[in-house]
């Protein structure tokens, strides 16, 4: 068995700090994404360079990042406590 999740659906992530909302774009898609957990600079004529892959170090390698009120966030998948599609409404909070 496997939990399956949209990324498309994701309203809200868990961290340590509480509930993040996540904002949805003008297709009606959640910001949040999975992807490479890479630091890069950039450099002479703005060209982006590799300082530090994650998974080289034998920490997670993938990371999430989404918008928040406009904020772009990133943190370590293993940063995330739990994702949600709904708005918290049915807890008695929102957000």
């Not at 496997?2 to 009606?28: M, P, Q």
């Not at 002479?44 to 892959?53: C, G, K, Q, T």
């Not at 990371?63 to 708005?87: H, K, M, R």
Request: charged share 20%.
């Amino acid at each position: 068995m496997s939990l399956v999740i949209n990324v498309d659906k994701v309203k809200r992530v868990l961290l340590a700090d509480g509930w993040h909302k996540v904002d949805f774009n003008d297709k009606e898609k959640s910001t949040f994404d999975l992807s490479a957990y890479e630091f890069i600079a950039e450099r002479e004529y703005n060209s982006p360079v590799m300082l530090h892959r994650v998974g080289e170090s034998g920490v997670c390698p993938t990371g999430a990042s989404w918008l928040e009120n406009g904020e772009q966030f990133f943190c370590p998948l293993t940063g995330i406590l739990a994702v949600s599609y709904g708005d918290g409404s049915h807890h008695g909070f929102v957000g």
